[in-house]
């Protein structure tokens, strides 16, 4: 059975660049980076080499990137880090009720802690609005993170408005970002979007799961997340993981140098996409477009999704009820825009990578009209 995979907000597939970067280092430039012969400062060099690549995609300088193990743990660190860094400040953090759980997760322990967090709801569309921001941020806001893009709509988020809103209100509180599902998706720089920290994951964009970074502005004093060696200028120490670090930087220059390419054609797969779904299967409702190009949300009133997705997946689909981590979990995205039930549990998330085709559109779409004529409709 051929496999049509429609679930690149998920993960993708490693670009043979980064495969072939990574096992480079696993096999020839294996040397530890700390190591003072020519083995170890050859694998230094190469880690300078990736950082400086990764900052080149992100359009920032080498010194602001710091490489983590995932896009968890840049959102953890990110929020312990400014947390501390306002501990004087006030104990009051703003974030959305549509954030990834790597943000609501770390920010409900901190209530726990004493924190109060503001979650903003979005409106209908799934947007935030920037003046429920305004009217949440207090002197004591000491953090604010909101997502560049959200990984179950596909839906932008105003991150670069907030940061002019903080910049007006004269805020003290530092703002991060969760662009996970934005790098290499649409174009942005931290500096232009106006954030203090921002994180990106290695597995969203073509490189090895257990990748990623974290980036601080220059001139942030950061707070180290493992303390031991001293690697990452003493704020993460641990043996660099000199293979992810290559993979996520071939994979981030290849995605860099193809961006307005790659972009443009998301854009019109998925347009072509939402198009046919609805033009082929009366039943499909579109939730969300997203402005994102890679993912939309598409419903089947009336067929579980997960029903729905088992039911592809034997005719060799894979495409997500939701967002994969929640495991078949109600998504809290959906809730917050106050879809009705039946939308809710109808909800199927599609995402889009280069490799695929108006073809495997076509056929997803046939798919979809075949479910709702075998499956039985719980009704709404
Ligand atoms: N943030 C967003 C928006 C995501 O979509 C994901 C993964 O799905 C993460 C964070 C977590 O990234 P990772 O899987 O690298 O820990």
């Not at 990452?232 to 996520?248: D, M, Y």
């Not at 779904?277 to 009366?282: A, C, E, L, Y």
Request: with cysteine; hydrophobic share 40%.
């Amino acid at each position: 059975m051929n496999t049509i995979y429609f679930d690149h907000a998920a993960t993708t597939r490693v670009l043979p660049e980064a495969a072939q970067a990574a096992v480079e280092v696993m096999t020839e430039s294996y040397g530890n980076p700390s190591s003072l012969y020519h083995l170890g400062t050859q694998a230094a060099k190469r880690v300078a080499q990736d950082r400086a690549l990764v900052a080149q995609a992100l359009g920032c300088k080498a010194d602001e990137v710091y490489f983590t193990s995932c896009g968890t743990e840049g959102d953890n660190w990110a929020i312990s880090l400014a947390v501390h860094l306002g501990r004087h400040k006030g104990k009051h953090i703003i974030t959305t009720a549509v954030e990834h759980a790597a943000v609501l997760e770390p920010c409900k322990a901190l209530e726990l802690q004493g924190y109060e967090v503001t979650y903003l709801h979005p409106d209908a569309t799934g947007h935030i609005p920037i003046e429920a921001l305004e009217e949440a941020l207090r002197p004591d806001t000491v953090l604010v993170s909101m997502m560049l893009v959200n990984n179950e709509t596909g839906i932008l988020q105003p991150v670069a408005e907030a940061a002019r809103l903080l910049k007006r209100k004269k805020s003290a509180a530092l703002l991060h970002t969760d662009a996970v599902q934005g790098f290499l998706k649409v174009p942005f720089t931290p500096k232009g979007l106006g954030v203090d920290l921002l994180t990106i994951s290695g597995h969203k964009i073509g490189a090895m799961k257990g990748s990623g970074a974290l980036y601080i502005r220059s001139g942030l004093r950061a707070l180290p997340l493992l303390r031991g060696g001293g690697q990452e200028k003493g704020l993460r120490s641990g043996t660099e993981a000199t293979p992810q670090i290559a993979a996520l930087a071939a994979a981030a220059q290849l995605g860099r140098q193809g961006l307005e390419e790659h972009i443009a054609y998301l854009t019109s797969l998925k347009a072509y996409a939402l198009e046919t779904f609805q033009r082929v299967v009366p039943a499909l409702t579109v939730v969300s477009a997203g402005e994102a190009p890679h993912i939309c949300a598409i419903s089947l009133p009336g067929y579980p999704s997960q029903v729905v997705v088992r039911y592809l997946s034997d005719k060799g689909f894979c495409l997500s009820s939701g967002s994969a981590c929640h495991r078949g979990k109600a998504s809290h995205v959906y809730a917050a825009m106050n879809l009705s039930k039946a939308v809710r549990d109808g909800m199927l998330r599609v995402s889009f990578g280069p490799s695929n085709t108006r073809e495997e559109v076509d056929r997803l779409a046939q798919a979809l009209l075949a479910a709702t004529q075998e499956l039985v409709s719980v009704g709404h």
